[in-house]
């Protein structure tokens, strides 16, 4: 693997992509995962690559609804764990939360190998590997789910999610919580709070940050980072 220097301007990115690339050498990353990534690069620099205020107050409200949710989930996919492997089993630490398994490109080889690379970090349990369920409305493979996990949670976290699967949940009454850096996606228009961040900045801050108990109004906080992409491209072309 190429040595990047610290010093290299775009170092956390290289690192990122290092890090799916090798998600997909060892099996765990799907091909298209890697042009899922390019999507969210390309949010990410129009927020500057940080937190931004917005994103913040999801990320606190996030960790509010997970703390007082009676069957918390986080769905993993194979981006997740390349980027925050340790990260996620920790956060479903602080949450109480269980960590399920689901793939959009479901292979009994990829399920396994997630799951351990998650039990590696400290997972005890991983759920969706023995799948009894069905997500209503969605095709055979992508549909699968674990009674104890998705089937039953009433409040889950799915992070960089496809627009199908979070509407479906949507509709089994779920209340439904995403990470996606765009915000104008179907997975980011259809939850019920969704963080515009990065992966591997919202995890390491919901680690920390206090629960928000005020109201919380998604479309009101998607348009304000949508507002705030806006300005800050009219700022950087008066720059040039
Ligand atoms: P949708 O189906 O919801 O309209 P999509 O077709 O873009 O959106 P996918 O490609 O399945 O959905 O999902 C990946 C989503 O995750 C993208 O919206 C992308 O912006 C976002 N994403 C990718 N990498 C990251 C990351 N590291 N952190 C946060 N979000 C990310």
Known sequence: MTDIPESHPRYLSLKMREALVKGVEEGITSKAGLIAHGRGEMFDYLIGEETIETAERAE???????????NPVISVNGNVVALVPGGIVELAERLDSKIEVNLFHRTDERMSKIQKALEQNGAEEVYGLDPKEKIPG?????????????????????????????????????????????????TSKS???TIV????????????????????????NLRAALEFMSERLRTLSEEI
């Open 60 to 70: 606190r409200k996030a960790v509010e609804r997970m703390l007082n949710a009676e």
């Open 138 to 186: 969605l095709d055979h493979k992508r549909a699968l789910c674990s009674y104890e996990g998705i089937y039953t949670s009433d409040v889950i976290l799915v992070p960089l999610e496809d627009g199908d699967r979070a509407e479906a949940l949507k509709e089994m009454g779920k209340e439904v919580i995403t990470i996606d850096l765009n915000p104008l996606s179907r």
């Open 191 to 193: 939850a019920d709070i």
């Open 197 to 220: 961040d990065n992966i591997v900045r919202a995890v390491p801050n919901m680690m920390e940050l206090e629960p928000l108990e005020e109201e919380f109004d998604n479309g009101e």
